[in-house]
């Protein structure tokens, strides 16, 4: 504004006042030039920090994100060149460059860079670092120190730098270095906004590794989740081999043996009836009367134990056999009512198979004799499209739903690893007072997932 004085003088010796005013009008116009800039510069930062938040958005990767930030800050900014640095705990206290854009030509593995209080640790990057906040260098042909770090400053046109630290949980893990052509560019504002890109900036980082390491954890755990039923699937099999065996030997072994004492005590009492006196042989025919007894219990016994540890059926007749011998000695055991309705004609599944589906049928008559108190059961097995469906439905008091969700519940556990095993399902729920129905599916491609 023009004073009153000035306007006199001006009115009195008006070509002395000339040259003022053109002094002052250049004024007015280089403020209105420079707040112009300025306020280019801001929208320019402005704009980049939208766009850095739009690759946080759509970030997948760690590295993928340093690289599009650093691009969208150079290219939508206008900046000259931006990196992104993480600290290293090595003795050297390095500050390693992960990413960057921008005319670069080199600079980064010329110099040397430490986030440590040292020779190379005195830049905007480790300055930010060391102290969490934003570090300016304003003109780097008069604040750098060392001549290396100035000579290849100015080779590419770096005049300012900026450097922002990276911070997670108010800890800085590293920085991001912005480079601008002009002296004197980050004023306090467009240091706000660059400090909140790096603020933003980190905060996806974090998120990244996060995602990242929760990944891990869940791949980790499907693995362990894996090798637990590889685990259960070889002793599964060890245990069918170990049944097995064992069942053949009580059958084969044992059970000749007891069929040939047998005989030779059959022997023994036509031997005993022949004539002799009559008390000493009423005293012997008592005796392998007993022992005759004696050893029907016990053939009966080992009968009993080999089907329970592998009914012969199952393998010599297959599984609908087995499934038919199962309800008609649950029946006779347990006096429960329990009938069986086979309408599949031919089961196509291998050994390991079969020996799944009748176990888990085994589980389930176990677990309707302790605890459902039915007087009726019915076993279904038919042929579906693409899988086998067996249902075991009794009339019990019905199982409830907090009583699957128990951790001592092992045997309901048991049977759906069982059907896991080799791709198939089981599903189970009860009504109180009418019972509880079992459903288990299985695949028609089944190999066996046992060996």
Same mark, same amino acid.
């Given at each position: 504004m023009i004073t009153k004085l000035e306007r006199?003088?001006?009115?009195r010796a008006p070509w002395a006042s000339e040259p003022r005013c053109r002094d002052f009008v250049e004024q007015i116009t280089q403020g209105d030039i420079t707040a112009r800039k300025r306020a280019e510069r801001l929208t320019r930062a402005l704009q980049a920090l939208t766009a850095v938040n739009q690759t946080l958005i759509r970030a997948t990767g760690e590295q993928t994100l340093l690289s599009e930030v650093c691009r969208a800050i150079?290219?939508?900014?206008?900046?000259?060149?931006?990196w992104v640095g993480y600290k290293e705990d090595d003795p050297h206290q390095t500050l390693r460059p992960r990413a960057w854009w921008g005319y670069e030509d080199g600079y980064l593995n010329r110099?040397?860079?430490?986030?440590?209080?040292?020779?190379f640790g005195q830049g905007p990057a480790s300055l930010a670092i060391r102290t969490s906040r934003p570090a300016v260098l304003r003109n780097t042909q008069t604040d750098i120190r060392i001549s290396q770090w100035q000579e290849a400053a100015t080779q590419r046109g770096y005049a300012s730098i900026l450097g922002a630290p990276l911070l997670a949980e108010g800890k800085p893990f590293g920085s991001l270095t912005i480079y601008s052509a002009?002296?004197?560019?980050?004023?306090r504002e467009e240091m706000a906004l660059l400090q909140q890109m790096a603020d933003d900036l980190a905060f996806g980082i974090v998120s990244l590794r996060a995602r990242a390491e929760r990944n891990r954890a869940e791949k980790e755990l499907k693995f362990s989740r894996e090798q637990l039923r590889n685990l259960a699937a070889h002793l599964q099999s060890a245990r069918e081999a170990e049944r097995t065996h064992l069942a053949r030997e009580?059958?084969?072994?044992?059970?000749?043996? %007891? #069929?040939?004492l047998k005989m030779d005590v059959a022997s023994l009492e036509e031997l005993i009836n022949q004539p002799r006196a009559e008390d000493e042989r009423s005293s012997l025919l008592h005796k392998v009367h007993a022992m005759s007894q004696l050893l029907d219990t016990t053939v009966q016994s080992v009968r009993k134990i080999a089907s329970e540890l592998r009914p012969a059926v199952l393998d010599s007749l297959g599984l609908l056999a087995a499934i038919e011998w199962q309800a008609e000695e649950f029946q006779r055991r347990t006096g429960i009512r329990?009938?069986?309705? %086979? #309408?599949?004609?031919?089961?196509?599944?291998?050994?390991?198979?079969?020996?799944a589906v009748f176990r888990i049928l085994q589980e389930s008559l176990t677990n309707i004799m302790r605890h459902a108190n039915a007087n009726r059961v019915t076993i279904t097995f038919e042929q579906e499209t693409g899988h086998y469906l067996m249902e075991i439905k009794d009339d019990g008091e019905g199982i409830q739903a907090n009583d699957l969700d128990k951790s001592s519940s092992l045997g309901v556990l048991g049977m759906k690893e069982r059907a896991h095993l080799f791709g198939g399902s089981v599903s189970i729920h009860g009504e109180p007072g009418k019972g509880t129905t079992v459903v288990v599916k299985?695949?028609?491609q089944f190999q066996g997932a046992f060996t």
């Open positions: 006199e003088q001006m009115e150079c290219e939508v900014g206008g900046y000259r060149m931006a110099v040397k860079i430490s986030w440590g209080d040292n020779e002009k002296a004197d560019a980050f004023d009580i059958h084969d072994e044992l059970g000749q043996y %007891l #069929t040939g329990c009938e069986s309705f %086979l #309408t599949a004609e031919k089961v196509k599944l291998d050994r390991d198979g079969a020996t299985i695949p028609l």
